[in-house]
C-alpha cells in the first residue's frame, strides 16, 4: 500500500536550516507530482510547494519562495525539502503526499519548530 514516511524535523533557531526527508513506497513514485504540505496548530493543512515527476518543474507558495527548495531522488523513491532562514511561522508538521485529487493516507509527518 502507498506509504510515506517523512523525517528531518527538530528544534532550530530562527536564522537556521533543515532539510526534511520523505521516504514512498507502494506506488510508481517517478510518475506523480509531489507535494509538501504542513500543519501548524490550530491551522489548517497549506501547501508549501510540489515537484513534477521528473524533478524538472517546481511550485512555491510565497511564504517558501526563495527560502525552501524541494528536490527528489527517484532512484530512492525519495522527496526531500531543504528550508532556509528558517521563522517562528514555520512551525509546523510537515507531510508530503502525491499531488491528486484524492490524497493517499497521511504519514506521521515531521516535527519542526523554530524558536530561540
Known amino acids: 500500500q502507498v506509504q510515506f514516511v517523512e523525517s528531518g524535523g527538530g528544534l532550530v533557531q530562527p536564522g537556521g536550516s533543515l532539510r526534511l526527508s520523505c521516504a514512498a513506497s507502494?506506488?510508481?513514485?517517478?510518475?506523480?507530482?509531489m507535494n509538501w504540505v504542513r500543519q501548524a496548530p490550530g491551522k489548517e493543512r497549506e501547501l508549501v510547494g510540489f515537484i513534477t515527476g521528473n524533478g524538472i518543474d517546481t511550485y512555491y507558495a510565497d511564504f517558501a519562495e526563495g527560502r525552501f527548495v524541494i528536490t527528489r531522488d527517484n532512484t530512492k523513491n525519495t522527496l526531500y525539502l531543504q528550508m532556509n532562514d528558517l521563522k517562528p511561522e514555520d512551525t509546523a508538521v510537515y507531510y508530503c503526499?502525491?499531488?491528486?485529487?484524492?490524497?493517499?493516507?497521511w504519514g506521521q509527518g515531521t516535527q519542526v519548530i523554530v524558536s530561540s
Open positions: 503526499n502525491q499531488r491528486t485529487l484524492i490524497p493517499s493516507p
Open positions: 507502494g506506488f510508481a513514485f517517478e510518475t506523480y507530482t
